[in-house]
């Protein structure tokens, strides 16, 4: 219809026929347009049977035009307080609400009552249970939501052979979940990172899609191609800040890359204290491979006081290299030395903060070199720092143990200027490659100054280091050094490089190679003790107060990142350095 307002004609398409080509609306060649128009105007005579749906001028319950009898005589509903239909919404909603609140609020509160662990079954990680982001959910059921679901009863306890004592499974990935992927917030407990592993002049860049789990492994991938500037890609898969535990055994069940007569490839796995981040340099300047927590020369730059004593950091290192230069370290910055009031994570004790570092306890290096000729092996060690003079660990049967002495023996590494290095290689199975075989590797440790370290292969003892090993050095004047009380992050990462044994054997290595891993899985005796931010040794509040050193690998000195070096108040000073400064 059309409705004249205001001097307008607004036309409908629902009133009437269109008008015939050439004709005007409402007519043939012998009506008039004034006719046709007004047989459009609303008007009584015009009426139709939907005409008060449209009218806006009228209420539906008036009485006019239409008739107060007329079946379109329909009151428009008005506000009502109460209504069936309003009640039930109102009840639906508030049965919305109320379930929120349950599971967000009321749930929390009372399993916090209960267990005392406001973090819940996941330890704190992301979603229910430890969801990662590709559905793989820790198990619910008691609290230690971080042992995965597909963990077999059977091996949620492991029985020391030495110790003789067994202990409870705190932690497992079985990788059973195909297609996992890890780059940043995609898993709760792993991450893989963005960057040039510089440190140990590697040839790869590090890539997080490298990595992936399928067919029961996390699968980690070398490939000769152009990336990010260098020409292989392979992958490092880290637990940092995500996981960590302190004390008891670790275990990892792999299956090695290439050939056992190829020098180049370096897959590992290993353990490093959370304040040190690998591949963010900044992270480990004078803090990588610490364990250390006495204030004495051992703290200091070189290990050496300013008059360049005591003599052996000066005589006793690599002459051919270094000219006898024991250590090139800027200290210790996290020591038993360092300031009240200075940057330091703690914690304090007896006014005096506690010294704190990044050690590092490798599960497996794998190489090919053993007692001088090429073949398959693996290298079990402890990187510790200060160092003994000519990094001459104490190596007595009081301090030392080697099970087997046909399958076992001592590096010939011992240290450099960055790190001392006590370590055992043992031979492997040569198939135990590209798949094929796989063999377990792991270690048994207890922290502290009276601690002790046992690694294992193929559920064997290969060798066991006591707290001894690394004890007081009169030639270097250090004290005892500790086996790690650090939280311990876990990495897992596949290298190519000349600087772990030889040049690589061009014209033999293919590409490309895979490191796999079918599980990891850590146990402890007695009390838990997980997490990265433990109350006797913190770290959460240091890392976030450090994000260009430890979001920024591309910051490789301390002194890059802008933070100011804790002051340390035991250096070289007749009168203590925090008094001066």
């Known amino acids: 219809m059309a409705r004249q307002q205001s001097g307008l004609s607004f036309i409908s398409s629902y009133s009437n026929p269109p008008p015939s080509p050439g004709f005007p609306a409402g007519g043939g060649p012998s009506t008039s347009r004034a006719e046709s128009i007004s047989s459009l105007l609303w008007t009584d005579e015009n009426k139709e049977s939907d005409d008060w749906l449209h009218d806006p001028g009228k209420a539906y319950g008036s009485k006019g035009a239409w008739g107060a009898g007329s079946s379109k005589n329909r009151?428009?509903?008005?506000?009502?307080?109460?209504?069936?239909?309003?009640?039930?919404?109102?009840?639906?909603?508030?049965?919305?609400?109320?379930?929120?609140?349950?599971?967000?609020?009321?749930?929390?509160?009372?399993?916090?009552?209960?267990?005392?662990?406001?973090?819940?079954?996941?330890?704190?990680?992301?979603?229910?249970?430890?969801?990662?982001?590709?559905?793989?959910?820790?198990?619910?059921?008691?609290?230690?939501?971080?042992?995965?679901?597909?963990?077999?009863?059977?091996?949620?306890?492991?029985?020391?052979?030495?110790?003789?004592?067994?202990?409870?499974?705190?932690?497992?990935?079985?990788?059973?979940?195909?297609?996992?992927?890890?780059?940043?917030?995609?898993?709760?407990?792993?991450?893989?990172?963005?960057?040039?592993?510089?440190?140990?002049?590697?040839?790869?860049?590090?890539?997080?899609?490298?990595?992936?789990?399928?067919?029961?492994?996390?699968?980690?991938?070398?490939?000769?191609?152009?990336?990010?500037?260098?020409?292989?890609?392979?992958?490092?898969?880290?637990?940092?800040?995500?996981?960590?535990?302190?004390?008891?055994?670790?275990?990892?069940?792999?299956?090695?890359?290439?050939?056992?007569?190829?020098?180049?490839?370096?897959?590992?796995?290993?353990?490093?204290?959370?304040?040190?981040?690998?591949?963010?340099?900044?992270?480990?300047?004078?803090?990588?491979?610490?364990?250390?927590?006495?204030?004495?020369?051992?703290?200091?730059?070189?290990?050496?006081?300013?008059?360049?004593?005591?003599?052996?950091?000066?005589?006793?290192?690599?002459?051919?290299?270094?000219?006898?230069?024991?250590?090139?370290?800027?200290?210790?910055?996290l020591s038993a030395c360092t300031c009240p009031g200075a940057d330091h994570p703690g914690p304090m004790r007896n006014g005096k903060f506690a010294g704190r570092g990044g050690p590092e306890i490798d599960i497996l290096e794998a190489q090919s070199w053993f007692a001088g000729k090429v073949g398959a092996s693996v290298s079990q060690s402890i990187q510790v720092a200060p160092f003994d003079a000519g990094y001459k660990f104490r190596d007595d049967s009081a301090a030392t143990t080697i099970y087997n002495a046909e399958t076992s023996i001592f590096n010939t590494f011992k240290g450099s200027v960055y790190q001392e290095s006590l370590s055992v290689l043992s031979t492997t199975d040569t198939q135990a490659y590209n798949g094929k075989v796989y063999k377990t590797y792991g270690f048994d440790y207890k922290p502290g100054k009276d601690g002790w370290i046992t690694w294992y292969y193929d559920g064997k003892p290969t060798w066991t280091m006591q707290a001894a090993a690394i004890g007081p050095n009169g030639e270097t004047e250090i004290s005892q050094r500790l086996v790690s009380e650090e939280p311990m992050s876990i990495v897992l990462n596949f290298a190519f490089s000349p600087q772990f044994q030889d040049v690589p054997s061009w014209g033999k290595i293919t590409f490309p190679q895979t490191f796999y891993i079918d599980y990891v899985r850590v146990y402890q005796r007695g009390g838990i003790n997980v997490g990265c931010d433990p109350k006797d040794h913190p770290t959460a509040q240091y890392i976030q107060d450090h994000p260009n050193a430890y979001m920024n690998p591309l910051t490789t000195t301390w002194e890059q990142t802008g933070y100011k070096w804790p002051v340390n108040g035991d250096y070289g000073w007749s009168l203590p350095a925090c008094i001066r400064v």
Not at 201 to 230: F, V
Not at 317 to 330: C, H, I, M, N, R
């Open 75 to 333: 009151r428009r509903p008005g506000f009502q307080l109460f209504s069936s239909r309003g009640i039930l919404n109102a009840a639906a909603l508030l049965i919305l609400v109320m379930g929120l609140l349950a599971l967000f609020v009321a749930w929390p509160i009372f399993d916090f009552y209960r267990n005392g662990d406001l973090l819940g079954k996941s330890g704190g990680f992301f979603g229910p249970g430890g969801t990662n982001a590709s559905g793989q959910v820790g198990e619910v059921a008691g609290w230690n939501g971080l042992v995965d679901k597909e963990t077999k009863d059977s091996v949620r306890k492991w029985t020391s052979p030495i110790q003789g004592d067994t202990l409870d499974i705190i932690f497992s990935d079985e990788f059973n979940v195909d297609d996992r992927t890890f780059y940043p917030g995609d898993d709760p407990f792993w991450e893989a990172v963005d960057l040039h592993y510089w440190a140990t002049q590697d040839l790869e860049w590090y890539h997080p899609d490298a990595i992936r789990t399928r067919d029961g492994n996390l699968e980690i991938k070398m490939t000769e191609e152009p990336q990010s500037g260098l020409n292989w890609k392979s992958g490092m898969l880290q637990s940092w800040n995500k996981f960590c535990f302190t004390g008891g055994y670790i275990e990892v069940n792999v299956s090695l890359p290439g050939n056992p007569d190829w020098f180049g490839l370096w897959p590992g796995a290993w353990t490093i204290g959370n304040l040190a981040r690998p591949g963010y340099g900044a992270t480990n300047d004078g803090v990588w491979p610490y364990s250390y927590d006495v204030c004495d020369v051992g703290t200091y730059r070189n290990q050496t006081r300013k008059d360049n004593t005591p003599m052996a950091t000066s005589t006793t290192g690599d002459v051919e290299k270094y000219g006898g230069k024991l250590a090139y370290s800027p200290g210790q910055k």
